[in-house]
């Protein structure tokens, strides 16, 4: 897509990239949801209703995750809670929430941390099955859905650390 109608004196051809308000105000001063369930602030993380939606998306996901042999493997048995935390967390965080995730773990470092696990193209693409099943089952309007979906598919392909089957 590109931007056809560039404001005056801007050049024409390149192409609309989204940009994402970080937090403006602090989470005391958040104004109220919507009553569609959306929040209409300044960051995505209120426009797309906040924690309550994030803990959906996690927990929609990572119920597929633990009926999926192959990515459940990857998660010690009794720490799946601990990993629907964290996540919750981070993309909290990331969308403009609150920063507990890096007061409690420091910098993300998303990298680093899959690096202890095997994560090939067939992980990435079924975590990438499990997430988009959960992203459509919050039923976000369609920019705010394809935000969301675009970063988390960028983020999967990032993950990838090896090629092995």
Known sequence: ??????????????????????????????GPASDDGLGSGDTFYEQVGGRATFERLVRTFYAGVAADPVLVAMYPEDDLEGAIQRLTGFLEQYWG?????????????????????????DARDRWLSHMHAAVVSLALPPLQEATLWDYLERAAHAMVNTFDA
């Open 1 to 30: 897509m590109t931007n056809d109608s560039a404001a005056p004196g801007a050049p024409s051809g390149i192409p609309l990239i989204p940009i994402i308000p970080t937090a403006t105000k602090p989470a005391a001063a958040q």
């Open 97 to 121: 929430g609150p920063t507990t995730y890096s007061q409690e773990r420091g910098h993300p470092r998303l990298r680093m941390r899959h690096n202890p696990f095997k994560v090939n193209p």
